[in-house]
């Protein structure tokens, strides 16, 4: 029993670790998307020397975009199992106010008091305005460059962003603690 104990509490420090560092990448890759667009704002009077490629421009924040959709689905893998872990270690009488437990009812999208849920919101919501406005934006500029053509990455961008946007509801729907 003793083993199988100091195995699983060596499986949860594991995945707490593993936690972190997906929060950390995430935080990287948004620093990363947020440089690229200041890069973009500050050469916006520049971006017609580019031509047709203006419709180009939008691709690498899709990118990630879609990495940040893995990385919530791996944060919300990684959650369940810490709260799992937590459960079989401590047992069924573990208050909801200690451990991982405590912070996922507290900041979780499906759990949190109101005004948490709604910041949440906000600033995903944010986000992904942001990301669908430049998407237009760069479009729109390069729709000079390419006429009609320019549907061509417009319906590229759709086509990319439907199963992003699958995957971020798939992974938002995994991260509701109550179904553990």
Not at 61 to 75: E, T
Not at 141 to 162: D, E, I, N, S, T
């Amino acid at each position: 029993m003793a083993d199988r104990l100091q195995a699983l509490i060596a499986v949860y420090q594991s995945d707490r670790s593993d936690r972190v560092t997906t929060l950390t990448v995430s935080l990287a890759t948004m620093g990363a998307a947020v440089t690229y667009l200041v890069g973009m704002i500050a050469f916006y009077d520049k971006l017609e020397l580019l031509g047709w490629a203006i419709s180009l421009l939008p691709f690498p924040l899709v990118c990630i975009a879609a990495f940040h959709s893995q990385l919530l689905n791996l944060a919300a893998v990684r959650a369940r199992s810490i709260l799992t872990l937590e459960r079989e270690i401590l047992g069924d009488a573990m208050p909801a106010s200690v451990g991982a437990t405590a912070t996922e009812l507290a900041t979780n999208i499906h759990t949190a008091p109101v005004p948490h849920r709604l910041t949440s919101l906000i600033s995903y919501g944010g986000v992904a305005l942001i990301n669908l406005t430049f998407i237009v934006l760069m479009l729109v500029k390069a729709a000079r460059h390419l006429q009609g053509w320019v549907a061509v990455p417009a319906v590229v961008y759709a086509v990319l962003l439907v199963p992003i946007a699958a995957a971020w509801r798939h992974s938002t729907r995994n991260l509701d603690p109550r179904q553990i």
